[in-house]
């Protein structure tokens, strides 16, 4: 049998009201008196009854989280980042993956089949902005990412654009000139706007687009990755660096430049995005954009709760803080003083 309200009381000596204030986050409540409850349901593993919760509160307790793919380190990543936020909150998650399959996404906009959840943060793949702004359910919404993100919708992305700029500017100024681009594609997504970003680059530093050391259609896994500097190096495309749009792309392009004698950076430079752990531990330790997750956690569990409390309020745009970290694979080892 679980822990009880009365449990909690006794372990942390003071009275059933106080735990239950503290519980539902009512404000008179000393910080001293809060710490000593929370310690006492950590001991107990005291789980509230989320139905009475829901029947007092019009609220379940439950957060849903549907992210395309969990075995992708950076949403893996993302996950855990928003769990943890949502728990600080009293909050349960549930996750919901959807390996950017169109059937899935619906399923999310239909309210994932339940009457249990207070909010949903997602980051659809496959489903554009029209169908995002017709779906009929009222389960509070936040999206990330690129698409889908119609009026009236809060919702958190990166500046995917100047993001890739910065990062084929620092290849220019190392003096790489044959930059290759894995994982291009057309349109709003991604791959649209990283691909954009590069361009972009290039242009400005006079550099001509060669569209054959441009690779799009892929995964953005590790095998896709190999695949691709595979194929580049099959080619003779003669390329000096590349730019993979995500990390375990990029980490996949490494294994495969080894495996053929290259040393990086001196023969060819290797860029990622997303600063997932393997690549901080990589040899060589891969460059990349790091997007500031912890940030992306806070505001979409706080625009949830926001909407919550707030139905009518206007939506909010946030844009995500990220960071260019060169490491070995473009600048080579660092020496110690």
Known sequence: MGARLKDVADRAGVSFKTV????????????????KVLKAVEELRYRPNMTARSLRHGRSGFL???LPELMSPYFASLASAIGAVAKR?????????????PEREQIVLEGLDSHLIDGVIFSPMATPARDVAARLDATPMVLLGERGHPAGYDHIAIDNV?????????????????????????GAGTGGLRARGYRRALQDAGVEVDPSIVVSRVRYDRASGARAMTGLLDRGSGVDAVFCFNDAMALGALRVLRERGYRVPDDVAVAGFDDIEDGRYSSPSLTTVAPDVPFIAEEAVRLVLRRLA???????????????RTRESTTGPREVA
């Open 20 to 35: 239950s204030n503290v519980i539902n986050d009512h404000p008179n409540v000393t910080e001293k008196t809060r710490a």
């Open 64 to 66: 849903a989280i549907a």
């Open 89 to 101: 909150q009293g909050l349960i998650v549930l996750i919901e993956e959807t390996f950017g399959e």
């Open 162 to 186: 100047r993001a890739a700029r910065e990062v084929t500017e620092h290849l220019l100024g190392l003096g790489r000139r044959r930059i290759a681009a894995v994982g291009a594609e057309r």
């Open 310 to 324: 707030e139905p009518d309020a206007p939506a909010e745009r946030i844009e995500v803080p990220f960071e260019l």
